[in-house]
C-alpha cells in the first residue's frame, strides 16, 4: 500500500484483477488508486533498468503511470477509472 | 461557424459561457470525465465531500464555475474524456481520442485552454514510488480522498506549496515537513507593499501560519539534496541541506514537489503559435495579445495555457478570448464586459509578477544536480549525459541548443515528450555552455501530444 | 564587403552528403568552406527514417550504395562512432501476388550487383520472425543492411571534417552565388567566399543552386511522414519494408519502434515541415498489419523534415551541364541516408581529381536538361 484512503472512502466496493491476481478497489477509484491504495506498490518499471515506477504528475501529463487495460490498450492510471472486472497488466 | 473550444477548466468554461450567450453550440472537448480543470476537478459519483472540504477558500468559485459547466453541457456539443491529440492548419482540424477511438473535426476557430502542469526540478531519487507533483499531491487528495503516503514531505516553492500541506493537514495526513526552497527575506522583498491582490496574499499567510501553529517542520531558504529510498518500497527520507547550511535527514515515505506551474502549450506550439521565453514567468509562453488572440487566425488563447496567471486570471481570460473571437467573426460582442475584464487583468497581472519575483524558479538548483541525476525520466537520461552532450570534443561535437542535445541523448524524446524535465534539461544545458536558458531554446511540440494507441487507428480503407 | 575567404572547394549544403564530402576533401588536404542554411543534419539527413539499404535500390544507385555500404562499417574508425549502424539486415515484404513478384524480379538486379538476398516464402518467413502477422505472404532479405541512427550521422561527419580541417558554418545561408572567372563567388552569413570547384549537396534546395546555373530541374519538397512508438521488449531485428513502399519500420534494441510510410506537409521557403494526423493513423494501420504486437503500444512523438524528390526517384549525381567545376549531389528522393557517405567521397574525387571509379550512369543532371536551342548567331550562318 502506498496511497492512503483518508477522506471519502465510504463507496461500494469493486473487484478488478492485476496481473491475473485478484484485487478489491472502491467505486470511484482512479486504476492509480485502486493499485497503489490496495495491494500493488508500483504500476510499472522503468524499461532503461533504473526501477519500479508509481506515477508522478496524476493529471495526465507524465504518462509515467502506463499500465495496459484489456480491451482499451495503453492507458494512464491516473486519468482512467478502474471499472469492475478490468484485466490490467504492468507491462 | 463551427466553433471548439478545448478545455473546461476556469477558463474553457467562462469562454463556453460567452459563446453560447452569442449563439453559438460550440464543441467542447475536455479530457476529464466532467470538466472542472484541474484546480476545480470533481471527484467522481459517489464521492461526498461538500465544497467547502474540497476547495476551501475557493469553495464559492467552486461552485459557481461547476454550476455554470452543468448548465452549458447541453447547450453545446460537449465531449468529456476527449484528447485533442493534434491540430491541422488546412482544414483546421482538431484530431481527437475519445474512449480509445481517433477522430477528426473540422473546426473554423478554435480556443485552446489546455492549462498548465507542475514545475519540477529533478533530484536524486525523484523517480522512486512515493514522489508526486505538488499538483498531484493535491489531485489525490481532491478527487480520490487519499493522501500521497502515510508521512508526507512537501518541498518546492510557490503558493501551492502552502495550500497543498495545509490541506493535507485538515484532511487528517501525517506532514513530515513544508520545505520551502526560496527564503523568506525574498519573498518578504517581493510582496511587501504590493497589495494588488491582498486576498491571495491573506490566505498564504494563513496556511503558513496554520501549518507552524500545529507544530510542523516549516523551514525556508533550504537546498534539497536526494531522495531516498529503494525500489518497490520506494521513498525512505528526504536529505536536505537548511539555511544555517546544515545537512539535514527527514524520514518520510512520500514527497510531493513543485516550483510553481508552466503551461501546457503543446497545442499551441502544433497550431503554429509562436513561443517566446517569458523571463518574470521563466517560462516558454505562447504570443497572444491581452484579449488571447494569436497570430494564427482562428486561433485563441486562454487561461494558465497561454502564460500563468491562476484561476481568477484564467476566468476572465477565457471570457475575453471568446469575445475576441466573436469581434473577429463579426459577431455582436459585449464591449462593457471586455473592458471591465481587461482593467481587472491588468491589475492582476502587477500582482503576478510580484508573486514570480517572490517564488523564483530555482535555477541554480536545476543547474547544478549532480551528473548522476535521471534528467529525463521517460527515457533515462542522466544530467551527466546532457553535459557530454554540450561538449566539443563529443563524438557529435557540441549541441548548441536543446533540440540537438535531445537528437544526441534522447532526452525529452521519451512518453511526456519533454513536459516534465524540459525546463530543467535546459538550465542544464545553459549553464554548461555559458549561455541564457533562452539562447538554449526549448523542446519543440511534436503531435500527438500525449501517446496515441494503435488501436485508436481506424481500419485502414484498402486491404493490405 | 571583405575580401572573400579564398578556398579550394565550396560546399553548400550540411547534410551527410555534403558533410562527408568535406570530411573527404580536409582528409586529402583540400582547403574546404561548408555553408549550411541551419544546424547540419537538420532536413532530410537528420528526419529520415535510418534505413541503411541497399536492397530494392534502382540499379543506377547500386554501385554507390555498395561503396557506401563499405564505409558505413568504418564508421567508428572513420569517425569516432559508429552512429548506432547496426547490420540487422533488411526484410521487404510482399503482402500479395503482385508484390512478391516484384521481389522475385529484384533478386537478379540484387545478383547482378553482388547483393547477397534470401527469397522466403510465407511459411518460412513466420518461422524466422515469429512477430510477422499474417499479411506478409513472402519477403526477400538483405543480411549486410540494416539501420542507423539518422540524428547522429551529419554531426558526426561534421565533427571529424572540422579535425581535419575542414571550415563548417551552420547558420549560414547562401544569399548569392556566382561564377565569374573560372571561380564561383559565394556569399553567406554576411562573408563572401570564393573557390574554383562548388559542390551542391542542398538536398531539395539543390534545385535552386543548380537553376542559378541555367539548370532548373524539377524537383519536388518530398515530406516522409515519420514517427516512433514507446519502447517495448525487442523482437523486430530486421528494418522492415515493403513492396510499393507505403509503409516501413524497424526497432532500435531500447525497445522503440521507429515507423515511417505517406507523406507530411512542409513548405521549403520557411523551411518548415510536419506529418499529418490522418497519414500518421494510416501508417498505424499498415504497421500493425505486418506487426499485430503493436496493436497493444501507443505512438510517442512524429516528425518530417524535407527532402528533394526527383520525377524518377533516384537523385542528381555528377558533374553540371553548364558549369566547369560545379557537382551536384541533390534530390535523395527520400533514400539518401545510406547514399550520404559515399557520396562525400565520390564529389571529393570529382572534385579533385576530375573524375571518379564509382559508376554514376543514369545519374547525370543533363536527364531533365531540354535540348539547348542553338545559338541565335550560330543559326545564321
Redesign the interface.
Known sequence: M???????????AIRFVLEGQDCSA?????LL?AIL?GEG??LRC???????????????????C?V?VEG???V?A??T?CAPGMVVRRA | MRVAVVGAGPAGVRAVEQLVRAGLRPLWLDEAPDGGGRIYQRPPAGFTRGARALYGLEAAKATALHATLDALKPVTDWRPGTLVWDIGADPRQLHTLREGRAAAQDVDAAILCTGAMDRVVPLPGWTLPGVTTLGGAQIALKAQGCAIGRCVAFLGSGPLLWLVAYQYMKAGATIAAVLDTTPFATKAQALAGLPHDPATLAKGLYYVARLRAAGILVAEGVTPLAIEGEGERGVTALHWRDAAGRERWLDCDALGLGWGVRPELQLADLAGVPIRFDPVQHNWVPERDAMGRTSVRGIYLAGDGAGIGGADVAEMAGACAAQALLADAGLPADAALVRRLQARLRRQARFRAALERAFPFPAQLAASMPDETILCRCERVTAGELRAAAEPEGPQGAAPEVNRAKAFTRIGMGRCQGRVCGMAAAEVLAARLGCGVAEIGRLRGQAPVKPLPFIAAPEAEEAA | MTAPVEADVLIIGGGGAGCSAALHLARRGARVVLLERGLVGSQASGANYGGVRQQGRHPAELPIARRSHEIWRRLPELLGTGCEFVQTGHLKLARNEAEAAELVAYLDVAASHDLRLEFLDGAALRRRFPWLGPAAIAGSFAPEDGSANPRLLSPALARAARQAGATLLEQAAVTACQHEGGRFVVEAGGRRFRAERLLNTAGFWGGQVAAWFGEAVPVRPHTPNMMVTEPIPYVIEPNVGVAGGNVYLRQIPRGNVIIGGGHGMGDPAVPMSRPLAQVTLQAMRRAAALVPALEGVSVIRSWSGIDGMMPDKIPVVGPSGTTPGLFHAFGFSGHGFQLGPAIGAILCELALDGRTETPLEGLSIRRFLAPRPMPAGAAMT
Open positions: 502506498r496511497l492512503v484512503r483518508l477522506v471519502d472512502q465510504d463507496r461500494p472502491r467505486a470511484g477509484d482512479t488508486t491504495a506498490s508500483f522503468s524499461e532503461f533498468g533504473d526501477g519500479p515506477r508509481a506515477g508522478f504528475c496524476l493529471m495526465g501529463a507524465c504518462q509515467d502506463r495496459v482499451l490498450g495503453p494512464r491516473c486519468a477509472e
